[in-house]
């Protein structure tokens, strides 16, 4: 059994900053890719920042220069460090690893998702 804990969601107005963690736990081997994406509503699903398990990451054009992904591979942790925030960041932000477990089977892992609400 693996598992996805997001926190770090709340209200903040425009301008503002907001960080959330998401911390894998469970049956793990290892983890691999990990990311951030979110739901507007009436929108589907977008990517917002992905990260390997080297380092090296990935993200959406809406949020370069303003969102930054890292991690903690001793943690199992990614985190999602959002700055200049605007009303159209408001979203549901969602937290997914592709996670190895002991059994040494793969899955994708979906946290249970955190709100984001910027005011204007």
């Known amino acids: 059994q693996v598992q996805l804990v997001e926190s770090g969601g709340g209200l903040v107005q425009a301008g503002g900053s907001l960080r959330l963690s998401c911390a894998a736990s469970g049956s793990i081997f290892s983890v691999d890719d990990m990311g951030w994406y979110r739901q507007a509503p009436g929108k589907q699903r977008e990517l917002v920042a992905t990260i390997t398990s080297g380092g090296r990451t990935n993200d959406a054009d809406s949020v370069k220069g303003r969102f930054t992904i890292s991690r903690d591979n001793g943690k199992n942790t990614v985190y999602l460090q959002m700055n200049s925030l605007k009303p159209e960041d408001t979203a549901v932000y969602y937290c997914?690893?592709?996670?190895?477990?002991?059994?040494?089977?793969?899955?994708?892992?979906w946290g249970q998702g955190t709100q984001v609400t910027v005011s204007s």
């Open positions: 997914n690893a592709n996670v190895l477990h002991v059994s040494r089977s793969q899955y994708v892992v």
